[in-house]
Structures are given as structure tokens and as C-alpha cells.
């Protein structure tokens, strides 16, 4: 968590930077930025993993550390492993610079103890903004966007910090990032009900998805609850049961959907509990989509939706049976 000293709290660099932006200083020099703008397309997939080997104590250390990170909550286990791999750990000593705003990005870091001050050169001088407390995370900015550092972290404590290269973080990070938005704008086309959004509101729609996997028999939605959210399956398969009429104990499987089909959003539409339930067959990868970002996001095809709500009451009664 950052806190400002005006008593704001933001939960990342990104948003400090946001709401206090310096002028611009037009005599400044900038300073070089080594690496070149990043190509997911271009990205050599044969590229030698780089690992640190870590005790268990260590290990278990780190994914205490990293299990809040926003910017990791979109990988699957598979890269979030290789996070973990490559991750290394660093010391830090009262009065050291972590990151010097405008110099070149070299690793991504996350917060496992210690207390930190982050100043911005405003008007020729130092300013501190903000602090961070025991967690959070830093330093990703100038790797995102291939720019200098935008700011000046200084500790003021000791502490253990874990840091993530510059290569491995746009390898994995950015590269998915790309990869999941192409695949996920591929899943969002095919949807009947969002085909009145334009392309850069299925972007936005998909960058807002998020990963989750289940193994079979998991029960990914369950009838009758609250919905919090739709899906979309990625890779594998799920099937749809309903409650009997005589036994509410017993399901009966109804359907089967398979990669890009979706599931959960009638719910969402017509604001009332899961008509049925969902399971994985075998290990299920879904995308998932909020019920807040469903309703932020899909405004324009919101009206579209409610005039189908026949439709949706329809298919709600197929599947509870009902004549």
C-alpha cells in the first residue's frame, strides 16, 4: 500500500503519477534508455529461462511476498512459476536508492519488508509523494513502456526486496499480456451479444478478463448463488446441470460447452441467482469477466441485452425444465 503524504492512498506508481505530474522540464537531459521497444511478435520463444535458485524457506518467503501483486494475477501457474524461478532477492540498508528517476529500468520489485519514500523531481527539486509500508511493488513503468525511471525510491528501513529482470518481466509479462488480449478479442467476437461493441471496446473487454483454472468435478458456479461473474472457456470443457424437480439433492447434466463458448451471463443480465450449475471435465481453463466490469464495460450492448430478456428468460426455463 502507498501512502501520500496528503493523506491519498494509491496502489501503484502508476496512479501517484497520475494525479501529481510534474511539469515538464525542457532543459532537462534525458537520459538513454538502452533496451528497444519491445515486439511480442518478434520475441524468440527459445530464449534461455533464467533461474535463482532459492532454498524452501526462501521460496515460501517470495510467494508470501508476491501472492498481492496485481500485475502477476493474470499469469497462469505455468509462468508463474517461471516468475518465481527468476525472481532474486536483495538486501537493502537505510539511505539506499533502489531506482534514481531517470535512469534506465533493470528490474521489476516487489516488497517483502521494510519502509521506502518515493520522490519526484518537481520544479528542479526532490519531492517526496508518497511511502510504502512493509509490501507492495515497484519498478515496472519504465519496463512497460521502455521509458526512464519516473521516479526515486529510497529506503528508510532495512529490507528484503525481490527483483525480477528486465527481460524475463517483458518476456513473460508483456508477451502475455499481448498474447492474452489477441486471444481473448478472438473469444470475444464470437459472442453473439458483443457484436455491437467496436474493437476497441472488445480490447478493453479483454484486457479486463481474467485467468482461472479448475480441475474435474470442481464446481465453478453453483445453482442458486449470488453471480459475480461470467466466463468464457479457454482450453478444455465444462458441463451444465440443474436440480431435479423432485430432488433438489440430485443434478442432471443438461449440456456440455467446450473452447469458446461462454457460460454465467444470464445471470448477470437478469440480476437473479445462477439458474444452474457448472463443472469442470477434466482441467477446465476459463476466462473470467466481473460482474463490475461486465456492467462498466458492456454499456453499449446493454440495451441490446435487455431487449432480449426473453430470450435469456427462455433459455433460464429450458434449463430448470419449465414449460
Not at 449440456?255 to 463443472?279: I, N
Amino acid at each position: 500500500m502507498l501512502t501520500m503524504s496528503t493523506n491519498l492512498t494509491f496502489t501503484n506508481i502508476a496512479d501517484i503519477l497520475t494525479y501529481f505530474e510534474p511539469p515538464k522540464n525542457r532543459y532537462a537531459r534525458r537520459k538513454s534508455v538502452s533496451a528497444e521497444r519491445y515486439d511480442p511478435e518478434q520475441d524468440n520463444e527459445d530464449e534461455t529461462k533464467i533461474i535463482h535458485p532459492k532454498s524452501d524457506q526462501q521460496r515460501s518467503r517470495l510467494a508470501e511476498a508476491v501472492k498481492d501483486i496485481l500485475i502477476f494475477r493474470a499469469l497462469d501457474q505455468e509462468q508463474m512459476q517461471e516468475i518465481l524461478d527468476a525472481m532474486f532477492e536483495r538486501r537493502v540498508d537505510p539511505e539506499e536508492h533502489i531506482i534514481d528517476q531517470g535512469t534506465d529500468g533493470d528490474n521489476f520489485y516487489v516488497i517483502e519488508s521494510g519502509t521506502y519514500d518515493i520522490f519526484v523531481e518537481i520544479d528542479g527539486a526532490p519531492k517526496k509523494v508518497a511511502s510504502y509500508d512493509q509490501r507492495g511493488s515497484f519498478g515496472e513503468l519504465a519496463l512497460m513502456y521502455n521509458t526512464p525511471r519516473s521516479a526515486t525510491v529510497i529506503a528508510t528501513s532495512t529490507g528484503t526486496l525481490w527483483a525480477l529482470d528486465r527481460t524475463t518481466f517483458r518476456r513473460i509479462l508483456l508477451k502475455n499480456a499481448h498474447r492474452k488480449r489477441k486471444m481473448y478479442e478472438t473469444l470475444l467476437e464470437n459472442v453473439p451479444m458483443l457484436k455491437t461493441l467496436e474493437s476497441y471496446e472488445r480490447m478493453n473487454l479483454a484486457d479486463a478478463l481474467e485467468p482461472r483454472t479448475y480441475q474435474h468435478d470442481e464446481c465453478i458456479i453453483k445453482q442458486g448463488d449470488d453471480a459475480e461473474c461470467m466466463y468464457f472457456v479457454e482450453d478444455g470443457s465444462v458441463k451444465i446441470t440443474i436440480q431435479t424437480q423432485d430432488n433438489a439433492d440430485k443434478e442432471m447434466e443438461v449440456a456440455q460447452l467446450s473452447k469458446g463458448q461462454y457460460f454465467g451471463e444470464l445471470a448477470l443480465v437478469t440480476h437473479k441467482p445462477r439458474a444452474a450449475s457448472v463443472y469442470a471435465i477434466g482441467k477446465v481453463k476459463l476466462a473470467s469477466l466481473d460482474v463490475q466490469a461486465f456492467e462498466r464495460l458492456l454499456g453499449p450492448c446493454m440495451d441490446i441485452m435487455k431487449r432480449n430478456i426473453d430470450l435469456y428468460k427462455d433459455q433460464q426455463s429450458k434449463l430448470l425444465g419449465k414449460k
